[in-house]
T-cell receptor
């Protein structure tokens, strides 16, 4: 299957700082990328959907000014958590769909664990 | 999107078949049934999906009832590496976003 990577895998930052998480499709062009958040012992919650070259569509309750998503190329999407606070500590996971993949195929990255102190 | 109901946890002995049920009684005619799994602290992994017919691939089999209100994921010979949370998801069309429920935590034991 296709490969999606995330960087960094773990990050610790201080409260009030911003953190950028990268999501890359390594062997296909990702026309659509999704960002999820997962708190301990909970399920994945979709945060936003981004299409290459377009503004992201955020799910209800997700602050778009706090979670900035950029999908400027067909292989890279970034999520920036601005002015992070301890309650933003979570496991962030991206996934991607691509033009040369079957419609049902959606590949997930390994996740990024964010800890805000 | 249609909601799904799965048992919170199941145990299975290694080498035996693991049968994971899912109820989706409000599924619409154009909604597919997807199964993903998530091994601890990793991203979800696609297993299989189907619309009406039963499906089989190298990982698992998917049995969908005739009325499509429920389905069963079958791992024919479970191994310890199959220990994970298994998510049953219904989604309209094949290119739509996936909404994850609470899933079933499968523990495979020796």
């Amino acid at each position: 299957g296709a490969v999606v990577s995330q960087h960094p895998s773990r990050v610790i930052c201080k409260s009030g700082t911003s953190v950028k998480i990268e999501c890359r499709s390594l062997d296909f062009q990702a026309t659509t990328m999704f960002w999820y958040r997962q708190f301990p012992k909970q399920s994945l919650m979709l945060m936003a959907t981004s299409n290459e070259g377009s503004k992201a569509t955020y799910e209800q309750g997700v602050e778009k000014d706090k979670f900035l998503i950029n999908h400027a190329s067909l292989t890279l999407s970034t999520l920036t958590v601005t002015s992070a606070h301890p309650e933003d500590s979570s496991f962030y996971i991206c996934s991607a769909r691509g033009t040369k993949l079957a419609d049902y195929e959606q590949y997930f990255g390994p996740g990024t664990r964010l800890t805000v102190t | 999107d249609a909601k799904t109901t799965q048992p919170p946890s199941m145990d299975c002995a290694e080498g035996r078949a693991a049968n994971l049920p899912c109820n989706h009684s409000t599924i619409s005619g154009n909604e597919y049934v997807y199964w993903y799994r998530q091994i601890h602290s990793q991203g979800p992994q696609y297993i299989i999906h189907g619309l009406k017919n039963n499906e089989t691939n190298e990982m698992a089999s998917l049995i969908i009832t005739e009325d499509r209100k429920s389905s069963t994921l079958i791992l024919p010979h479970a191994t310890l590496r199959d220990t994970a949370v298994y998510y049953c998801i219904v989604s309209p069309g094949t290119a739509s976003k996936l909404t994850f429920g609470t899933g079933t935590r499968l523990q495979v034991t020796l």
